[in-house]
């Protein structure tokens, strides 16, 4: 599923279904371990954040009980929770609750520098990655080194500076390549897309959205290869088909619980049908994309949302005295 993942999801989940039953009736903790990790890789894969962090959960508890380490299943569980309906200020009071072991595991610092980065303590976020970069240069790249640059670039596009952003966008993408993680390669090229469109390089943006597009496997809900190329034929007038592909994007984002990627969606959506002349459709996306923000905490994209509907929204009529 990651190195391959064309055709993959389905075989896996159908052979969870079958062996997770026979470990429960042997009540065998090795063999529920990694029954419960498979389980959580099919969830995760389908973009159910929610189901995937339990089964990573119950995957560790196993682990622990047959006496090996849990502490990455912990750290999968965690970018579950990242991923789905757990408010910010939850992931954190959780994250505070696991052993030393856990929370010095290079996934679980990241996605703390992440939550961090939304809630507004950009410093805080940057000196957690300032220890992963330094690790990353004792340890060298590998995984490790595609944890640390994922969260340079959400840190940095929170920050508001897709220029800085624009070398770990494509460092992410070298180094999944590297690493023959096919599976993460499509939303890689798709936030490496998103930073060009960022930048206005629109030439950019949409060669690297075709190439999302011709990699992303069939299953896989990833779909920032098609908000980006929707905003690209937006600008260029194309207003039919972009609005298309924005609004298809939106419902495989709302097929999945991840809150924070339904959120960009509808904001994707909005700056889409707003440059075809439909102010109201694009006050309508905002909400809710802003909904989302907040549900999720995201307090960053909350006020930029916010910002961009006041611009949209029409003055109170003013009433004339006599």
Same mark, same amino acid.
């Given at each position: 599923?990651?190195?391959?993942?064309?055709?993959?999801?389905?075989?896996?989940?159908?052979?969870? =279904? +079958?062996?997770?039953?026979?470990?429960?009736?042997?009540?065998?903790?090795?063999?529920?371990?990694?029954?419960?990790?498979?389980?959580? $890789?099919?969830?995760?894969?389908?973009?159910?954040?929610?189901? =995937?962090?339990?089964?990573?959960?119950?995957?560790? @508890?196993?682990?622990?009980?047959?006496?090996?380490?849990? $502490? @990455?299943?912990?750290?999968?569980?965690?970018?579950?929770?990242?991923?789905?309906?757990?408010?910010?200020?939850?992931?954190?009071?959780?994250?505070?609750?696991?052993?030393?072991?856990?929370?010095?595991?290079?996934?679980?610092?990241?996605?703390? &520098? +992440?939550?961090?980065?939304?809630?507004?303590?950009?410093?805080?976020?940057?000196?957690?990655?300032? *220890?992963?970069?330094?690790?990353?240069?004792?340890?060298?790249? *590998?995984?490790?080194?595609?944890?640390?640059?994922?969260?340079?670039?959400?840190?940095?596009?929170?920050? *508001?500076?897709?220029?800085?952003?624009?070398?770990?966008?494509?460092?992410?993408?070298?180094?999944?390549?590297?690493?023959?993680?096919?599976?993460?390669?499509?939303? &890689?090229? *798709?936030?490496?897309?998103?930073?060009?469109?960022?930048?206005?390089?629109?030439?950019?943006?949409?060669?690297?959205?075709?190439?999302?597009?011709?990699?992303?496997?069939?299953?896989?809900?990833?779909?920032?290869?098609? +908000?980006?190329?929707?905003?690209?034929?937006?600008?260029?007038?194309?207003?039919?088909?972009?609005?298309?592909? &924005?609004?298809?994007?939106?419902?495989?984002?709302?097929? @999945?619980?991840?809150?924070?990627? +339904? &959120?960009?969606?509808?904001?994707?959506?909005?700056?889409?049908?707003?440059?075809?002349?439909?102010?109201?459709?694009?006050? $309508?996306?905002?909400?809710?994309?802003?909904?989302?923000?907040?549900?999720?905490?995201?307090?960053?994209?909350?006020?930029?949302?916010?910002?961009?509907?006041?611009?949209?929204?029409?003055?109170?009529?003013?009433?004339?005295?006599?």
């Amino acid at each position: 599923m990651y190195a391959e993942p064309e055709g993959a999801a389905e075989p896996l989940a159908a052979l969870v =279904a +079958q062996a997770l039953p026979v470990c429960e009736a042997t009540g065998n903790d090795f063999a529920l371990h990694r029954g419960y990790r498979a389980l959580g $890789e099919v969830e995760g894969f389908y973009g159910r954040a929610e189901a =995937a962090a339990q089964a990573y959960e119950r995957a560790a @508890t196993h682990a622990r009980r047959a006496g090996f380490p849990n $502490e @990455t299943l912990v750290a999968f569980s965690n970018h579950e929770r990242m991923l789905g309906a757990t408010p910010l200020s939850e992931l954190l009071a959780w994250q505070d609750l696991q052993d030393e072991g856990a929370r010095r595991n290079p996934w679980m610092r990241s996605t703390r &520098a +992440q939550a961090l980065a939304m809630l507004g303590r950009t410093d805080e976020a940057r000196m957690i990655l300032a *220890g992963l970069h330094a690790e990353r240069a004792d340890r060298g790249g *590998g995984i490790l080194g595609a944890v640390s640059t994922r969260a340079d670039l959400d840190v940095e596009l929170l920050a *508001g500076d897709p220029a800085v952003a624009l070398q770990p966008a494509a460092d992410l993408f070298r180094l999944y390549e590297e690493l023959g993680h096919q599976s993460f390669l499509p939303w &890689a090229a *798709g936030e490496l897309a998103q930073v060009y469109y960022a930048l206005d390089r629109l030439d950019d943006a949409e060669a690297w959205a075709d190439r999302a597009a011709t990699i992303v496997a069939s299953f896989d809900p990833e779909s920032l290869w098609m +908000q980006v190329r929707a905003k690209v034929l937006a600008r260029r007038g194309e207003y039919a088909e972009s609005e298309r592909l &924005a609004r298809k994007a939106t419902e495989m984002n709302d097929a @999945t619980d991840w809150v924070n990627p +339904q &959120a960009h969606a509808y904001a994707d959506l909005a700056e889409v049908v707003v440059l075809g002349g439909n102010s109201e459709g694009a006050t $309508e996306a905002l909400e809710q994309a802003l909904a989302r923000y907040q549900r999720k905490e995201n307090i960053v994209m909350a006020q930029r949302i916010g910002a961009r509907l006041a611009e949209l929204r029409p003055p109170e009529a003013t009433v004339e005295r006599v």
